[in-house]
């Protein structure tokens, strides 16, 4: 028995001793994606930030002005509008994609035949680029659907433009949220399941006391999604309307980019305009909007799930 015990120890002390420098080499596989990390994030961030306080181009150098860019892109009536517009845009966004995304999820989990086919189909959208897409749809409703609406494209007004931006991102982004929707709902025990039934719960009403309760995590990773990706929208802004339209601003003033969205507004500030600084500074802006909207939102799905 103690020659048995002594073999046992001796056997756990060199698997502890074979563990400890492949745990010392951890560090070493990290290296590499950790790098990445710090070069094609981290410094260019941290650069960006600084920058944002500087006066610069591409071709000279840097000179510091302090806060005066930030003042300037508060000031800036057309970036002010693009964060109202992309705020509103991004609420319909969210409530129409997930309501739409959670019922066809729940009708492709009820067992009909066909349901994996369905699936590829309503999640094909999301593998087309962004500008590809745009410009399909651009063709659609200048040339095709025009003839339903009195010759009168949708995207020719800023109204029923914004109508229309809203119809390509849900047709893009609704099947891969679908998906999620379908791993959350499957993933609900068969048992519990089982048991509703036999207390007597019908479908609706296994639905709401049981499903959604059990996949509110789920529906918290589907609203963060669709909520920063609906604050990103940047492709599809550009190839359908490329943020053109005469509105009339939040503000009172008179803007011919009503359809433009804050990456789209970012973009024409430092490339169209060739003003890098106050481009950088508006950047760092929606980072902040970004960061501050998704903890908000997460939290408030926390303590939902919490009630659930």
Not at 20 to 32: A, G, H, N, S, T
Not at 47 to 61: D, E, H, N, P, Y
């Amino acid at each position: 028995m103690k020659r048995f015990q002594a073999k046992r120890d001796a056997a756990a002390l060199n698997s502890r001793l074979v563990r400890r420098p492949i745990q010392r080499m951890v560090w070493l596989f990290l290296l590499p994606t950790f790098a990445a990390f710090c070069i094609g994030f981290i410094y260019p961030f941290l650069k960006g930030a600084f920058l944002s306080f500087c006066k610069f181009k591409l071709t000279s150098k840097w000179t510091w002005v302090g806060f005066d860019n930030y003042l300037k892109a508060f000031a800036d009536s057309s970036f002010r509008h693009a964060f109202l517009f992309t705020a509103l845009f991004a609420f319909v966004s969210v409530l129409f994609i997930n309501a739409l995304a959670f019922a066809v999820a729940y009708a492709l989990t009820r067992g009909i035949k066909g349901s994996n086919l369905f699936r590829t189909v309503f999640f094909m959208p999301n593998l087309i680029g962004g500008i590809v897409l745009g410009y399909v749809w651009q063709f659609v409703f200048n040339n095709v659907l025009i003839k339903m609406t009195n010759n009168i494209s949708l995207l020719s007004k800023t109204n029923t433009a914004m109508m229309a931006i809203i119809v390509v991102y849900i047709w893009q982004y609704a099947g891969y949220i679908m998906l999620i929707y379908v791993t959350g709902l499957t993933q609900v025990p068969k048992d519990v399941l089982e048991a509703s039934q036999i207390d007597g719960a019908n479908a609706v009403t296994t639905l709401f006391k049981i499903k959604i309760p059990m996949i509110a995590a789920t529906i918290t990773i589907c609203t963060f999604l669709t909520l920063t990706s609906a604050f990103k929208q940047f492709d599809v802004n550009m190839a359908l309307t490329n943020g053109t339209g005469s509105v009339a601003s939040f503000f009172g003033n008179y803007l011919t980019n009503g359809t433009q969205m804050l990456a789209l507004n970012i973009y024409n500030t430092a490339i169209s305009k060739n003003n890098y600084a106050l481009g950088q500074a508006k950047a760092i802006l929606f980072f902040i909007i970004l960061a501050a909207v998704s903890i908000i939102q997460v939290r408030i799905s926390n303590k939902k799930e919490v009630e659930m």
